[in-house]
Antibody, heavy 123, light 111 residues
């Protein structure tokens, strides 16, 4: 069964850091780009960051650029999101999503989603 | 900064046909934006419906179809059913690296 399982969410104070993880199974992880997508409570979906199969292409939304770092470990079938300098507006459910392509560029799209991990930034 | 636009809400009668659209605050959507569509019901993770403008994801019934209509991407639901009542999001590839942008989503009511 193809599956993505996120972990690492929780309550954190503004300005602190948190690292999210996504464990992949049921497919050849290093054949696909991967993404993080978030959804603030009661709001729409927002693309946060993406990484190609070989980490050669990485992108961030302007809202997180310079604060968040995406990475992957193909040997461990895992995707990560290091979140620094967290703000209240980063409070959201964070989804890990698989891309249907190697590079996540032309023709790319999310095709498998995890159930999400909740991040709450509050003092 | 380019904004991806969607109707905030739409309603359709059971059995009816509805077309949701996905546009740009500046410019036209074409197949080069590789529009994709996602369905989300409350409390659930999104489900992928359409990618690359008009290709249905595995297991998606053929009453969901994607296209370009005029200067926008479109998602058409034919023969709407009660369980189609969901939020629908489009995503556009902005032509640079791996970046994507979501539309604000359309809340579809079936009544």
């Amino acid at each position: 069964e193809v599956q993505l399982v996120e972990s690492g969410g929780g309550l954190v104070q503004p300005g602190r850091s948190l690292r999210l993880s996504c464990a992949a199974s049921g497919f050849t992880f290093d054949d696909y780009a991967m993404h993080w997508v978030r959804q603030a409570p009661g709001k729409g979906l927002e693309w946060v960051s993406g990484i190609s199969w070989n980490s050669g292409s990485i992108g961030y939304a302007d809202s997180v650029k310079g604060r968040f770092t995406i990475s992957r470990d193909n040997a461990k079938n895992s995707l990560y999101l290091q979140m620094n300098s967290l703000r209240a507006e980063d409070t959201a459910l964070y989804y890990c999503a698989k891309d249907r392509t190697f590079y996540g560029d032309e023709g790319g799209a999310f095709d498998i989603w995890g159930q999400g991990t909740m991040v709450t930034v509050s003092s | 900064q380019t904004v991806v636009t969607q109707e905030p809400s739409f309603s359709v009668s059971p059995g009816g046909t509805v077309t949701l659209t996905c546009g740009l605050s500046s410019g036209s959507v074409s197949t080069s934006y590789y529009p994709s569509w996602y369905q989300q019901t409350p409390g659930q993770a999104p489900r992928t419906l359409i990618y690359s403008t008009n290709t249905r994801s595995s297991g998606v019934p053929d009453r969901f179809s994607g296209s370009i209509l005029g200067n926008k991407a479109a998602l058409t639901i034919t023969g709407a059913q009660a369980d189609d009542e969901s939020d629908y999001y489009c995503v556009l590839y902005m032509g640079s690296g791996i970046s994507r942008v979501f539309g604000g989503g359309t809340k579809l009511t079936v009544l």
